[in-house]
């Protein structure tokens, strides 16, 4: 097992163009989320799927981003018309069993810096 | 809504010393889970430890053991015999249990920056 796996591990764009990231979550998680960090915080959530329905979303995910898990397996999170306060890393985790025993397995994030 | 907080925005510790990391939490609920991570340079986020609000017991894992004080809302991280690989920034979370279609998001803290000297 190659643990979560995040494509692109850096990302720089001019403002106004669109990104999507990728993530792989370790295989037969059925749980996957998506963090943003920024430099001196601490990870703030994005949203969260259990297989391909997304069921919750952060009021941090303006309309200007989307995610998808389609089949449940890989997800993509897309930002349209990128904004310099989009810098950030952001952050795939999956999980699976039972919330009780829940333990989030970490990519090592995308980097995107917006110019 | 529930809020983390690490007041210690760095640490230092000396090699084989003892050191404790603070976290205090505000919740309105009786039952959640904490959480430290460690964030090393690489970014990963790996998990150190995890606590059951419901169990009054103090979770430990090897060199890592927690002061959990329910009432006081403290989560505290003692790291025992420091290493030099435990140089990490340190970010306390909590999460709610879930009952009743509760969030399944964890909530972090700001972080410590914990460095080891030689």
Known sequence: DTGVSQDPRHKITKRGQNVTFRCDPISEHNRLYWYRQTLGQGPEFLTYFQNEAQLEKSRLLSDRFSAERPKGSFSTLEIQRTEQGDSAMYLCASSSGDRANEKLFFGSGTQLSVL | ?118
């Open chain 2, 1 to 118: 809504a529930q809020t983390v907080t690490q007041s210690q925005p760095e640490m230092s510790v000396q090699e084989a010393e003892t050191v404790t990391l603070s976290c205090t939490y505000d919740t309105s609920e009786s039952d959640y889970y904490l959480f430290w991570y460690k964030q090393p340079p690489s970014r990963q986020m790996i998990l150190v430890i995890r606590q059951e609000a419901y169990k009054q017991q103090n979770a430990t894992e090897n060199r890592f053991s927690v002061n959990f004080q329910k009432a006081a809302k403290s989560f505290s991280l003692k790291i025992s015999d420091s290493q030099l690989g435990d140089a990490a920034m340190y970010f306390c979370a909590y999460r709610s249990a879930g009952y009743g279609g509760a969030t399944n998001k964890l909530i972090f803290g700001t972080g410590t920056l914990l460095a080891v000297q030689p």
